[in-house]
Nanobody, 118 residues
Framework: QVQLVESGGGLVQAGGSLRLSCAASGRTFSSYAMGWFRQAPGKEREFVAAINWSGGNTYYADSVKGRFTISRDNAKNTVYLQMNSLKPEDTAVYYC???????????WGQGTQVTVSS
């Protein structure tokens, strides 16, 4: 299993930016697809972004496309989510995930809170 720890969340005004980081343990990080999900109060967890093992392919939810960018640094065992032009509806707990396929995330972090004020 891969252990994941998110960081970088916080409070930001609408239109601002945040960069989330997810540090992974283990020697198999570079072979895993990575993703970000979020869960707002009273709502189900939803997909935000994903990246394949090499970083050559990325995928985004329609709600964040053009505003968020997912990237990874396999040498540092870290995946990032750059969030720009933040909106109040982006407020949620953001979770990092890892798995052998983008459609098969098996390991999850503890989450980091992102709050966007208006």
């Amino acid at each position: 299993q891969v252990q994941l720890v998110e960081s970088g969340g916080g409070l930001v005004q609408a239109g601002g930016s945040l960069r989330l980081s997810c540090a992974a343990s283990g020697r198999t990080f570079s072979s895993y697809a990575m993703g970000w999900f979020r869960q707002a109060p009273g709502k189900e967890r939803e997909f935000v972004a994903a990246i394949n093992w090499s970083g050559g392919n990325t995928y985004y939810a329609d709600s964040v496309k053009g505003r968020f960018t997912i990237s990874r640094d396999n040498a540092k065992n870290t995946v990032y989510l750059q969030m720009n032009s933040l909106k109040p509806e982006d407020t949620a707990v953001y979770y990092c995930a890892a798995g052998p396929l983008i459609s098969d995330f098996r390991s999850w972090g503890q989450g980091t809170q992102v709050t966007v004020s208006s």
